[in-house]
């Protein structure tokens, strides 16, 4: 079950984490959402999903888990600066969770079952802490699905980098298609299956998407693991960098990164 994060802390990679929000990256879930709710947010990472849910549960409470202290303090920083009371914080394996059955109304995972080593034994252990008629939540993005404009030869190759450096890790990072295939196994039942997408396409967008992946190619966790695989050389990772620029530069560049999402509904106890 051990897997190793692809991506890493670095501050290239915190960039893009820090702007994910409740709206658009859990709008499947958040019209079930209740005042009361008491929420599991797994892989919490810069805390910034995590904050918005504490607000929206104002009666309920939010416990953030991570895998090391470290990674936790990051959502820590953020709750902390928001001012939210109703945050506590938990090192976790969501493999193998610390939290008695039926513990809570909603367990939220956000682009986690990519990256764990059991993404079935992860989600059943998710069930097992949610009472009956609350929900698991997840939601993962699919790489081969991701789709540009123009064509760059070097963002091809930096595709096939991440997918064979992810799964090397004993990830899988075209997770969004099999997350109801995944679900199913872990015996759901209630499973609502959709999709939706980021996309990038203003001169804005383009410049910081562009231009994180072009600093991530060069400078986080990924580029480590490449090198010291040999899945790729330092000339191959400065030219993906320089591709991403290119895209980036290109007045007519787009890009749309789709996401599977699950609402798993955990059934009444047997009586």
């Not at 892989?43 to 999903?49: E, F, L, R, V």
Request: include cysteine; charge should be negative; aromatic fraction near 8%.
């Amino acid at each position: 079950m051990d897997a190793v994060y692809t991506h890493g802390h670095h501050e290239s990679v915190l960039r893009s984490h820090r702007w994910r929000t409740a709206a658009n990256s859990a709008a499947y879930l958040l019209p079930h959402l209740k005042p009361h709710m008491k929420i599991l947010d797994v892989g919490s990472g810069p805390g910034t999903i995590t904050a918005d849910l504490a607000a929206l549960v104002p009666d309920g409470h939010v416990t953030a888990s991570e895998v090391t202290a470290d990674a936790l303090d990051l959502a820590k920083a953020e709750v902390t600066a928001r001012g939210l009371p109703n945050v506590d914080f938990a090192v976790a394996d969501v493999h193998a969770l610390a939290y008695p059955d039926d513990t809570f109304c909603v367990v939220h995972a956000h682009q986690v079952l990519q990256h764990v080593g059991d993404p079935v034994r992860a989600l059943r252990e998710m069930g097992r802490v949610t009472k009956p008629r609350g929900f698991v939540a997840a939601r993962d993005s699919d790489y081969s699905a991701f789709t540009w404009w123009p064509r760059i030869p070097a963002l091809d190759e930096w595709l096939a980098l991440y997918q064979r450096v992810a799964r090397g890790n004993g990830g899988e990072p075209d997770a969004g298609r099999r997350l109801l295939s995944w679900a199913r196994q872990a015996g759901f039942e209630d499973v609502t299956a959709t999709s939706s997408t980021w996309c990038f396409a203003t001169p804005e967008d383009r410049a910081w998407w562009g231009g994180m992946w072009a600093e991530r190619v060069l400078s986080s966790a990924m580029a480590e693991q490449a090198l010291a695989t040999g899945a790729a050389t330092e000339a191959d990772l400065r030219r993906i960098s320089d591709g991403w620029r290119e895209w980036a530069a290109a007045e007519d560049g787009w890009l749309s990164i789709l996401h599977g999402e699950i609402l798993c509904r955990v059934p009444e106890a047997a009586t």
